[in-house]
C-alpha cells in the first residue's frame, strides 16, 4: 500500500530530524563568548552557521538512515519512528532530499570558505562514522563528541574570531558525557541487540566514562569561565545543577537515549539552560 502524501510529507520532515537541531546551539557558542552579540552582522554570520550546521547534521542523518534501513527495520522502536524502515519515505525520495542538501552545503563556500571546511569535516566525519567508527568502542563515543566540537569551530570562523582552547576542550567533555550517557541508556534498554559497538561496553565502564567526562567538563568550564571574565563564575553553580539534574533524569525516568529529549522536555532543566544563558549574556555586556 502506497503512503498517502500526507503521510509522505510527514515523513520526509522526520526524516531531516528537525527536533535534533537543537544540537546545533553549540554553533553560537563564540557569538556569546567573544562578545559579539551586539553585533548585527555578527549575529547574522552566526544564524547562517547554525542553519548550515542545521542542513549538514539532517544529511548525516538521512545518510545513516539509509545505511542503516534493513538494520533499523529489525529494531523494537526505529522500525517504526525512522521512515525508510518504516516505508512511509522512498529511498529514492531520501537521495533526492539528500542531494539538494549537499548543493546548499556546497554553495556555503561562497558565504565562508573557513566555515565550509568545518562543515565538510563534519560531515566527513559523519560518513566515516556512519561506515566504519560507529562500530569501533571508544572511537563511536569520540566521533560524537568531536562533531560537537566542530560546531563550535564552525561559529568561530563564521564569526572570523579565535576559537577558545578551555572552550574547546569544555565542548568535548561535556559531549563525552552525553555520548557516554546516551550509551549507557542503549544498553540498559536493548542490551548490545540494538547496536553492535555495544557488544564491548558496561553499564559500569560507560557510567566511569560518564563521570570522568562530567568532571572533566566541569573543571574545564570553570577555568575557562575564570579566565574570560570573573561575572561569569556566577554561572559554574548552574553547571553542576544541569549535570546533576541531567543524570537525574536518565536514571530515575529512563531518559538519555536521546539527549535531546531530555532537554527539551525536563522543565527545571530547560530553566537552568534558560538562566545560564542569561546571565552569560548580562555577564558579558559589562
Request: aromatic share 10%.
Amino acid at each position: 500500500m502506497t503512503p498517502s502524501i500526507a503521510t509522505q510529507a510527514g515523513g520526509l520532515i522526520h526524516l531531516l530530524r528537525p527536533m535534533q537541531w537543537v544540537k546545533n546551539a553549540f554553533v553560537l557558542a563564540p557569538l556569546v563568548f567573544a562578545r559579539e552579540f551586539h553585533d548585527p552582522a555578527s549575529i547574522l554570520n552566526a544564524a547562517i552557521a547554525f542553519l548550515l550546521f542545521c542542513v549538514a547534521s539532517s544529511a548525516g542523518y538521512i545518510v545513516n538512515d539509509l545505511h542503516d534501513r534493513d538494520a533499523d527495520r529489525m529494531h523494537p522502536t526505529k522500525r517504526s519512528s525512522r521512515p525508510l524502515a518504516a516505508g512511509t519515505v522512498s529511498q529514492g525520495s531520501a537521495l533526492a532530499v539528500l542531494a539538494v542538501l549537499y548543493a546548499i552545503l556546497m554553495l556555503s563556500w561562497l558565504w565562508s570558505p573557513s566555515t565550509a571546511v568545518a562543515i565538510f569535516a563534519y560531515l566527513a566525519l559523519n560518513l566515516a562514522y556512519t561506515f566504519v567508527l560507529k562500530h569501533q568502542p571508544v572511537v563511536d563515543i569520540f566521533c560524537i563528541a568531536v562533531g560537537f566540537v566542530l560546531r563550535v569551530y564552525a561559529g568561530a570562523t563564521a564569526l572570523q574570531v579565535p576559537l577558545s582552547s578551555w572552550m574547546a576542550i569544555t565542548t568535548l567533555c561535556l559531549a563525552l558525557y552525553l555520548a557516554s550517557i546516551k550509551r549507557r541508556q542503549e544498553l540498559a534498554t536493548n542490551g548490545s541487540d540494538g547496536r553492535k559497538v555495544l557488544e564491548h561496553y558496561s553499564p559500569a565502564l560507560i557510567e566511569r566514562y560518564a563521570e570522568m567526562s562530567a568532571v572533566g567538563a566541569l573543571i574545564f568550564y570553570s577555568l575557562f569561565v575564570m579566565s574570560a571574565s570573573p561575572n561569569l563564575v556566577a554561572t559554574i553553580p548552574l553547571v553542576i545543577f544541569g549535570l546533576f539534574r541531567y543524570w537525574y533524569v536518565v536514571d530515575r525516568h529512563e531518559g538519555g537515549e536521546s539527549p535531546t529529549d531530555v532537554v527539551l522536555t525536563d522543565v527545571p532543566l530547560l530553566l537552568t539552560i534558560g538562566a545560564w544563558v542569561g546571565i552569560c549574556v548580562l555577564a558579558l555586556s559589562r
